[in-house]
């Protein structure tokens, strides 16, 4: 194999890899845009509970 073929080879190697690595983060930032999603839920969940938990609290008083 010629240096021009063995050149052509490895780039195509290359942006196989770099195909791979881009789809790979991509997913990673699908999963993290769904682990917010899910974090800001139980946070609007959890201030609700005690804001509600304080109110409770405030009026037995």
Same mark, same amino acid.
């Given at each position: =194999?010629?240096?021009?073929? !063995?050149?052509?080879? +490895?780039?195509?190697?290359?942006?196989?890899? %770099?195909? *791979?690595? /881009?789809? !790979?983060?991509?997913? +990673?930032?699908?999963?993290?845009?769904?682990? *917010? $999603?899910?974090?800001?839920?139980? =946070?609007? %969940?959890? /201030? +609700?509970?005690? =804001? $509600? +938990?304080? %109110?409770?609290?405030? $009026?037995? =008083?």
């Amino acid at each position: =194999m010629s240096a021009e073929e !063995q050149s052509r080879e +490895l780039t195509r190697s290359i942006r196989r890899e %770099v195909g *791979k690595l /881009s789809e !790979q983060w991509n997913n +990673l930032i699908d999963r993290s845009d769904n682990w *917010k $999603h899910r974090l800001d839920e139980y =946070m609007t %969940v959890s /201030s +609700l509970y005690n =804001m $509600h +938990l304080y %109110v409770f609290i405030y $009026h037995r =008083m």
